[in-house]
């Protein structure tokens, strides 16, 4: 899909201050990209369409993870926050026809990572929590393990998530902590 209707196609579907903060994550996954030698086209194509299911019916994804067998039903018991990545990749190919499965991927493993995460996964994990309209404490930081190293900046990014997860006592997925344990692991 071209990248002009991949943005249409988009910011239909988020609110205003969602679709700049996806223009945000398509640029920094695209200064990523390059700097890392990842597929550019397809870090702005998983960029763009990262949080397509941000804002779709909670009911209509609860019944998507149970109708789907590669989803799994242990989602449902975790916050409905996390429902918006692997739904939102299964519905970009049957809405839209996505099929890469590297960029799909991307999509579906934004939001917790995953252990094996492709350098092509690592750009928009990173991207989504350093994109220029992210503000938090701690931030800075990211930007500058960003440029140093890909995968000391998955840990950095983990590391801040498990941080902000347990300061406000809510459950953790089991996925978000495999993530930081996967690459603590792969760096010793
Ligand atoms: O969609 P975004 O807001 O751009 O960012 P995101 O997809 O990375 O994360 C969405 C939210 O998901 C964020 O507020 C933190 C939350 N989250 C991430 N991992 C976990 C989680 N929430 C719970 N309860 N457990 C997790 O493991
Ligand atoms: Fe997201
Ligand atoms: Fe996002």
Redesign the pocket.
């Known amino acids: 899909m071209e990248r002009a209707k991949a943005l249409t196609v988009v910011k239909k579907v988020l609110p205003q201050a969602r679709y700049e903060?996806t223009l945000g994550v398509v640029e920094s996954s695209l200064e990523l990209a390059e700097a890392y030698g990842v597929d550019m086209a397809k870090a702005e194509m998983a960029a763009i369409f990262h949080?397509y299911a941000?804002y779709r019916d909670r009911d209509e994804m609860q019944r998507i993870i149970r109708e789907e067998p590669i989803l799994p039903d242990l989602l449902l018991q975790?916050?409905h926050?996390?429902w918006?990545?692997p739904v939102g990749a299964l519905l970009v190919e049957r809405e839209w026809g996505v099929t890469d499965r590297e960029v799909l991927l991307a999509i579906a493993s934004?939001?917790?990572g995953r252990p094996n995460m492709m350098p092509l996964e690592q750009v928009v994990f990173v991207a989504?929590?350093i994109e220029p309209g992210r503000t938090y404490p701690g931030v800075e930081q990211l930007r500058e393990k960003a440029k140093q190293s890909l995968e000391e900046a998955c840990i950095a990014v983990s590391q801040h998530?498990i941080r902000?997860?347990l300061d406000r006592q809510?459950?953790?997925?089991p996925l978000?902590l495999e993530t930081y344990n996967a690459f603590v692991q792969r760096k010793g």
């Open positions: 903060h949080d941000k975790y916050h926050e996390l918006h990545a934004h939001t917790t989504d929590a998530t902000f997860l809510v459950m953790i997925y978000t």
